[in-house]
Each structure stands twice: as structure tokens, then as C-alpha cells.
């Protein structure tokens, strides 16, 4: 297969961590004699940076151009310590989405056996669990009328949904339960929120559509609750935006670390794939940032193009590295010279030789090849 891929390794560590994710892409092809190329552009700060534009035109017509983008991370302290900046690194990600038209964002969750005594939740809450969160992308209160006044002291945020656009993604969260556990929770604010009521009225009609699947409906904050007190109850999660941005960042509890979670961003025409986690600017050229949420948007890229033999292998390296302890510090208490580039470097190697890893590693020099 041939692929045409726009990489935006964007701020803080989202070079370092987009470099191994098409470091593994790269070894994919190789290893199944695919050819993917790889274009990069410029997105948030460092494009304010070059281009006094946080989305250049040339980076959109790039990602239009591509068969899939790879994303990074933006931001940067000095634009959020500044609350009277015009331009953000922000709104590069936000009219990306929107001129991309990516709608739909997918976020799994799963709690890997490996990492269960890194979460702060009890083993028992945790274990087993596998979410998938369905968040609505390009509509909500984050694109909604904003507006200031004159004298700066009101504010306001419009958060306004179309039937249209909660029905093309509840399609899509429900197709996904059909083939899970056939459980679909919606999470809105249908108690204090308009905008809410017709999510949940849109849903219930559309709900007969799809029989083997069991709707229940929760609310934010009851929901937020009970991510972390009881996560394995959810199967997919459907919910707006806002809610989605805040309940996908909340999950991180669950699986030890935000940089173990990986999302897609679909449209009708273009599929972006992405970490979760923020720019993490402090952490930047430090060798500390975790790549795996990175490494598994890549596995998700190549489950967007049906190469499903190829995102195995993907995560199959990903699961024997946090078997092995070949991590970051922020889940590595066993080994402290474990760089990100050496876990790419690590999943690199495993899938160029599946079968030759050695599987004891207490006597590997990291840093050398793990292929003895």
C-alpha cells in the first residue's frame, strides 16, 4: 500500500515523540513492503513562530492533500501565562479540525495489566478495563459565538449542536458498541443544559436503529465520578466536546499516564491520528517524554487502512516494551536511562525482528539493540 502521510510534530515534545511514532511507521513499511512518504508542516507556536499564523495555508493544503495526518502537541506557557493573546497556538488544532472537517475523535482506553500498580486507582477498579470515548469534535461551546464586552468585564461562550451533527457521530458510537460489548452510555448535562436535551432526544430516537445495543444515559459530573470509581462499568462513551476533552483527560488516571493514550480524528474525507497529551513544554529535548500514546495513534492509522496484521505487530511491540520496563521515567521505576528515542528505538527493533527478541533483558546495555 501507498501512503501519503502529513506529519505536525508541532510544540514542547511533540517533535521528539511524532519521531518515533514514523520511526515504527517506517519499520512497518520495511517489514511489509508498503511505501509510505512522509510530508511535514507547521502547526501552533512554532508556526506563530515562522509565519505569525498559528494553521499556515501551506499546512492545510498539505493535510487536504494527504491520505492521513500525523499530529503531534501545541501550546506554549508563554501564550497560556498571557490571557490577552489574540493569536494561540490552539486555534491552529481547533481550525484544523474544523477546515478538515474531522468531527468525530476516538479515544480507547485500556488499562494494560503491566501498568495496573502505576495508577493511583485500586487494582481491583482498574483492571480489566477497555473504554472507547466517542467525543463530537468540531461543534460545541469550543466553536460556539464568543463574545466580550466593551468594558472586558462579561464574557460568553455559545454552545450550540445541529441534529445533523449528533446524529452523523452517534451512528458511529453505536456501530462501535455493536461490535464491543454492546453498551453505549451517552454523558451530557440534560438536568441544566438545552443543548444537552437534544442530544439525549436525538439519541433516544435514533436508538431503536440499533437493538442489540444497551443505551443508558449519565451525567458529566456523575460520570466524571465514575471513570475513576468504577470505569469498567462503561463499554463506548458518547458525549459533546467539551465533555469529551474533559473525560478522555481523566481516563489517563486510569491507565497510569496521559502518554499511554492515543486518539483519532475522522471526517468524511480526512483522519488525523494523535496523543492525547498537551505540548509539555517544560519536558522539552529532555529525552523524557513518553512516545507510546504516539506509537499507538500510528497502530491507529493503520487500522484506519485496514493493514490490521501491521497495528498488531505495532502494539504487540508496545505491550512486550511495558512488560519489560523499556519506558520513560514516568511509568520506568526499574531502569532511569530510558530516553523516549530508546523506546522507539526498542518497538523499532522488535518489529523489524519479532522473533529474535531476546526476552530476558536484565543483562542488555540499553541503548545498544535489544536484538542479541
Not at 518515533?20 to 512518504?37: C, D, G, P, S, Y
Not at 481550525?95 to 502505576?118: C, F, Q, W
Not at 436503529?209 to 449519565?218: A, C
Not at 504487540?316 to 511509568?331: F, N, R, S, Y
Amino acid at each position: 500500500m501507498k501512503l501519503n502521510i502529513a506529519v505536525l510534530p508541532g510544540d514542547g515534545v511533540g517533535p521528539e515523540v511524532i519521531a518515533q511514532a514514523e520511526k515504527v511507521l517506517k519499520a512497518i513499511a520495511m517489514e511489509f513492503n508498503h511505501v509510505f512518504t512522509f510530508q511535514h508542516a507547521l502547526v501552533g507556536a512554532c508556526a506563530i513562530e515562522k509565519t505569525g499564523n498559528p494553521l499556515p495555508e501551506e499546512t492545510v493544503s498539505i493535510c487536504e492533500k494527504a491520505d492521513a495526518i500525523l499530529f503531534g502537541a501545541i501550546g506554549n506557557e508563554a501564550f497560556d501565562l498571557d490571557p490577552y493573546a489574540k493569536i494561540r497556538p490552539e486555534q491552529g488544532l481547533l481550525r484544523l479540525r474544523k477546515s478538515l472537517g474531522l468531527y468525530t475523535n476516538i479515544r480507547p482506553v485500556i488499562a494494560y495489566e503491566d501498568l495496573l500498580n502505576k495508577s493511583p486507582l485500586k487494582k481491583k477498579q482498574i483492571n480489566n478495563t477497555n473504554i472507547l470515548i466517542y467525543r463530537e469534535l468540531t461543534g460545541g461551546i469550543y466553536f460556539g459565538e464568543k463574545k466580550l464586552s466593551d468594558d472586558g468585564n462579561t464574557a460568553s461562550d455559545i454552545c450550540e449542536y445541529t441534529r445533523f451533527e449528533i446524529e452523523r457521530i452517534a451512528h458511529l458510537a453505536f456501530k462501535a458498541a455493536q461490535s464491543r460489548r454492546r453498551k453505549l452510555t451517552l454523558v451530557d448535562k440534560a438536568n441544566a443544559m438545552e443543548s444537552s436535551r437534544l442530544w439525549r432526544r436525538v439519541v433516544q430516537e435514533m436508538a431503536p436503529q440499533y437493538p442489540n445495543v444497551r443505551l443508558n444515559f449519565m451525567y458529566i459530573d456523575n460520570a466524571a465520578m465514575e471513570l475513576v470509581m468504577n470505569p469498567k462499568q462503561f463499554d463506548v462513551i458518547l458525549t459533546e466536546n467539551m465533555f469529551g476533552d474533559i473525560l478522555s483527560e481523566e481516563a489517563s488516571v486510569i491507565v497510569g499516564s496521559i502518554g499511554l493514550l492515543a486518539s483519532a480524528s475522522l471526517g468524511e474525507k480526512h483522519a488525523m491520528f494523535e496523543p492525547i497529551h498537551g505540548a509539555y513544554s517544560k519536558a522539552a529535548n529532555k529525552g523524557i517524554a513518553n512516545p507510546i500514546a504516539s506509537i499507538l495513534a500510528a497502530a491507529m492509522l493503520l487500522d484506519h487502512f485496514g493493514l490490521d496484521d501491521e497495528a498488531a505487530l505495532v502494539r504487540e511491540g508496545v505491550d512486550k516494551a511495558l512488560k519489560l520496563h523499556i519506558t520513560t521515567p514516568d511509568l520506568n521505576t526499574k531502569y532511569d536511562n530510558i530516553t523516549t528515542t530508546k523506546v522507539g528505538d526498542f518497538i523499532e527493533d522488535f518489529i523489524n525482528h519479532p522473533d529474535e527478541t531476546n526476552l530476558n533483558f536484565t543483562n542488555i546495555h540499553l541503548g545498544q539493540s535489544t536484538i542479541i
